[in-house]
């Protein structure tokens, strides 16, 4: 700023020098940063009113006090890669994405000290990347810097990385790490990683790796509260995995895995803890621990297993010749109505794999399967207390044959018994119920006389909210931003604002307290959305009549105009690219129409008519 400026500004305020410098720097197209407002750029002063005139990424203008603006806001230099990036975003864009570890070089070398924190490096990179790329750009340049000499995180400061000096190969800094870090789960991570490097690295710390399995000795047979039975076992594996590594029988160390196992009192639990490359190495050491009980043992496992474990416990199972005793468990459990829903997912999703065809018997896909699937879908349903996915509905929607399949050895009745048991059903939204109910009265059409004509043409309650999944997420994702960090940093800044006194007359205060008032407005009405929203998968759609998920063609009745627009969930409308939510007065007068129907729409004075050509599904096009 003007030097004449500054002085009137001291006249009425005695600065310090630090706030002087910083005026000082305070220039026409400089840009600064804000720690609630984010990245901006000084337009002017304006001194008939004594205010700054910068522009935030809100994209207003805002009057802002010089003297505030001294002490909370940074001043950029030009070599800063945010202004580089406004100045030439081309240039900076290519850079992260071909070179993104010499920007990071750049950036880290700038700051104070060669470190910086993991947030200050995301709030950058997200303006330059974009927040739709960020997440997946961030993933790979995070593991590039894993591998790079130069960069490390800082032992002394968490989620924050320093540039060396001097190189430092990977080998050395898994030496270094182990030795600075003393938290017990994180030294046997980092032990592990010896075992993923290269032979010729391995070889470079052998003198190192003896110290390091007596260390991981010590950890395990401590009584550290912050090891749970699982991180044990692990540490017992890679310490006797680095044993074998220089030669040692690693096998004869105490405790044993054997016996960490006999003395565990829930397996169960240690499984859904346990890394998923350790599941097959986990069954063996069942048998080994339990000789006489081990099918038994792997049985209960795979009865109460979660998701990719039930897979590898059926192989391993298979591998050793149970095809007989895994038979009459599925059948036994499936009597007993024990059977939970990521087994019957598993049991669903392989019923026609030839490697299975001894263990999913005929007797095991029937109508009893499909009581079973309904039941497990309403208990996860009654235990979810969000709107959290079932995997397991999903696939009883996207799987077109199952039904066909469960009926088959069924008799009308029977059927009349699902249809009505779906109808209950806890979980699944009007429509999708429609599309399962569709498929019963493929297989006996005279269940057709369940569905009244009045919950036939009523398509959704008006209190609830037809969503997909992506938008459901884009909607949570705002809120939780909305959450944990818009509100937080705008009551932040009103606290700020508050110390220039005279709130009639200060446009900080005003300003953010005007926000206030709308990110409230925004929580409040995410959260009722929120609440109302029913998520569902658009493959379980059919193409018999329009509903949320189809794809319509129709030609105008008026004029040879044709059209074509898919009909999705509530918050998926998007007109320039033909996509209707389902709440559009269009997408309303077509839902449960068929080829061939007519449809009128009244938009303010104007009504059109429309006629069906066809109908299909919008995933398949």
Known sequence: MDKVIIEQITRKQ????????????????TYCIHSSWGLGKILGYDPVIGKLKIVFEDGVEHLMDPVFCARKLEILSDDNILVQFKNNPTEIEEKAKNAPVELLYTLIESSSHRELAMSEIEFIFKRIVGEESFRRWWTGVKK???????????????????????PVSVEDEIVERLQINKDPVKKIEIAAKILDLPRESQE??????????????NIITSNDKRLSITQKLTGCWVRNDLAEMIGDDGEYFEPTPESIIRDCNNLGKLVEELAANYYDRFLLL???AFPDEWENRCANLLKNSQGRFANECVLFLIERGCHDFLRDCFNRWLNERSLKSPLLHWIIKNRHVRKFSEIISKELISSKLLKAIFSAIDVDALASTSSKRIPLAELVSEDRNLIRDLLSDTNEENAKDLCQMLMQSQW???????????????EFPS???????????????DTSLIVSQESFDAKKKEYELLINEKIPANKKAIEIAREHGDLSENSEYKMARQDQDLLLARRDQLEIDLKRAQIIDFAAANDDVVGIGTTVRLKSNDSKENAEYAVLGA???????????????????LLSKRVGDSVEVTIGDKTSSWKIESITRYVDS
């Open 14 to 29: 005695p600065l310090l020098d630090r706030e002087l410098e910083k005026l000082e720097e305070i220039k026409d197209g």
């Open 144 to 166: 590039i810097m894993a591998k790079d000499p130069f960069i490390a995180l800082s032992p002394k400061h968490s989620n924050t990385y320093i540039l060396r000096e001097q």
């Open 204 to 217: 470079v710390i052998t003198n190192e790796i003896k110290s390091i399995i007596d260390d991981l000795g």
């Open 286 to 288: 069942v048998t080994c």
């Open 428 to 442: 699944f939204d009007s429509l999708t119920k429609r599309l399962l109910l569709a498929r019963f009265i493929k």
């Open 447 to 461: 269940l057709q006389s369940l569905i009244s004509e009045k919950a036939s043409d009523r398509y959704v309650a």
């Open 571 to 589: 918050w998926d409308g998007d007109p320039d690219n033909n996509i209707l939510s389902y709440k559009t007065p269009l997408a309303q007068a």
